[in-house]
């Protein structure tokens, strides 16, 4: 079991990538392959107590910045950090890839270099979200923003096995994103996947609303690209906008600066219990490979989270659950299909 | 200046609604048509000091109520106070429709009585969000849940105008919501509808995602109805859980309650802010008529606050200046396209 880890990718890096492969490597005891320039992560690396640990760097002399151009960047930069881990879990030195880089390119390396797996058209992006029971799995949050009804179901059958095989849910309860819960509610792909989705082997629970998600109504969320994009982008952006608001009003008066004093416990564990980054990343799910995308400000700690993650899935043969015939085959692709 | 109220309309029905009519008569000196069976109403109106208001009541015998099919409902209950409502506006009794019923009821109701402005294919419910510099409005929320790009861009003259002369905004700025801020961003819809946006005369300023809407980054957030109906209950939602688990939190240790006690005010002026309930209702915008939507919880004030939002919309010549040729005609439609 080895991890390949993009040291290049996201806004610490590598830095905070590096510090998490420390952590994995020392707490978690996952190997993990370092991919990235060689000497600037060898002086990174020295920067820790890492002489016991089953980190090894692999060179990469390229690196794909946050800014660029997912496809242009991936074809031109052949020997990117992204495109060298990638190849690593296609000749089976890895058996998983993890960047916090840009998310794009993340999918289409992964794409172009690992194929789909068979019986999947469209390879899905999902993430954790916090709700009130706990956590749900949302896909697809932007891989696809024109989607047609199978899509969704296979979005559906991924979400479930993921959430089975990773997130440990019993018997997951797959819900469409809707605009209302009956079943004539939806735009036409919408009222189609429901069809389709009802007629599965899946948990299918029907359509949930927007709020149903935070209330934990399902385990897994089912929705096209584009608004899960905007959905995952608004929640951060409220999370951010309320915790800003509150800080403001807390610091207005006397009485709230005392206040906050006290409550700063209980808000510090709120945060931590509504920041989606405490759960790694999200999986990329649908293409020949293990592939986790964790959040560009990812921090040590998430990076960590996101090997352990990564890991997980390929100890619990994730792939092979994934491929509806039940069997891995790569296929490569032209046509990704990926935003990008 | 009259506005007609379905007295009969939410949760909280007759006696918010009521309440509602009776603070806008006597703060805001607004006069009101009281909709809904004559003496229920005339018991409920009974309660309330109102000798010298200037409120009336309208006899409607029929009621819709929130789980009703809308087209179903509206169709059938032909004396139904929102049918009824409507028509008062029709026929120039009344210069506004307010309601905290079954929206979709609401939209059809308006949409059957009124018919469209010219040049407007598909009216468009839309909101008001809370946002770090203020607030910003959000079309369409539910009314069309499959769009042409050319309703985007009618969506975003409609939101232009209701800013301006409504919220009062300057020179608001347009976005379009999409899943990156690229112009090459975006499901087909969105790339096809920016391309219009672009080419018109507003105050376009490119695409947005799901962040900048509490950012504030926009005056005007234009979408499709499924999106922004996904949008706005995610929104609930998630105010919803937050509040829930700031509460379990605090209460969870003596310090935690000692110190919610102390940023009690704080709190509730945080609540205040993101309380979307706070500005009154959502305008259908595109109705040959002035209709505000109120949420179905509504309390007085709430109403209140929506019957003299739609008496500022009549007041300001909304109507006028929404038809893209500046004069208003009235067009039935048996399609409506409405979500129903």
Redesign the interface.
């Known amino acids: 079991m080895r991890i390949a880890l993009d040291a290049m990718g996201g806004d610490n890096a590598p830095a905070e990538p590096i510090a998490g492969a420390v952590l994995a490597a020392r707490d978690l005891h996952i190997p993990v392959s370092l991919v990235g320039p060689h000497d600037l992560i060898a002086r990174e690396l020295g920067r820790h107590e890492n002489s016991q640990l089953p980190i090894e760097i692999v060179d990469a002399p390229d690196i794909i910045h946050m800014a660029d151009h997912p496809v242009e960047a991936v074809r031109r930069l052949k020997g990117s950090s992204m495109n060298v881990a990638v190849q690593l879990v296609k000749s089976g030195a890895a058996d998983g890839f993890v960047t916090a880089g840009n998310t794009g390119a993340a999918m289409v390396s992964a794409l172009f270099g690992l194929g789909r797996l068979s019986g999947i058209e469209r390879p899905a992006l999902a993430t954790i979200f916090?709700?009130?029971k706990g956590h749900c799995l949302v896909l697809d949050i932007?891989a696809n923003?024109?989607c047609r009804p199978e899509h969704l179901l296979q979005f559906g059958r991924m979400g479930e096995r993921y959430s089975r095989l990773i997130l440990g849910t019993t018997r997951p309860r797959v819900g469409l994103?809707?605009?209302?819960e009956e079943e004539s509610?939806?735009?036409?792909l919408?009222q189609e996947a429901h069809v389709l989705l009802r007629g599965s082997d899946l948990n299918f629970v029907g359509n949930i609303?927007?709020?149903?998600?935070?209330?934990g109504s399902v385990d897994v969320v089912v929705?096209?690209?584009?608004?899960g994009?905007?959905?995952?982008?608004?929640?951060?952006?409220?999370?951010?906008?309320?915790f800003?608001?509150?800080r403001e009003?807390?610091t207005?008066?006397i009485?709230?600066r005392?206040?906050?004093?006290?409550?700063r416990?209980?808000?510090s564990?709120?945060k931590h219990?509504?920041d989606y980054q405490e759960y790694g990343g999200a999986p990329l799910l649908g293409v020949a490979g293990i592939v986790i995308v964790a959040h560009g400000r990812s921090r040590a700690v998430t990076i960590s989270n996101a090997i352990r993650v990564a890991s997980k899935a390929a100890k619990s043969n994730l792939l092979e659950a994934l491929g509806p015939d039940d069997s891995v085959s790569l296929r490569t692709s032209s046509n990704s299909g990926l935003?990008t």
């Open positions: 916090p709700t009130q932007g923003t024109d994103l809707s605009n209302g509610k939806g735009n036409k919408v609303e927007g709020k149903d998600i935070p209330r929705c096209d690209g584009f608004v994009n905007v959905m995952v982008k608004l929640a951060e952006g409220i999370a951010e906008f309320t800003g608001l509150l009003e807390l207005s008066s009485r709230g005392i206040g906050a004093i006290l409550v416990p209980s808000l564990r709120l219990r509504v935003v």
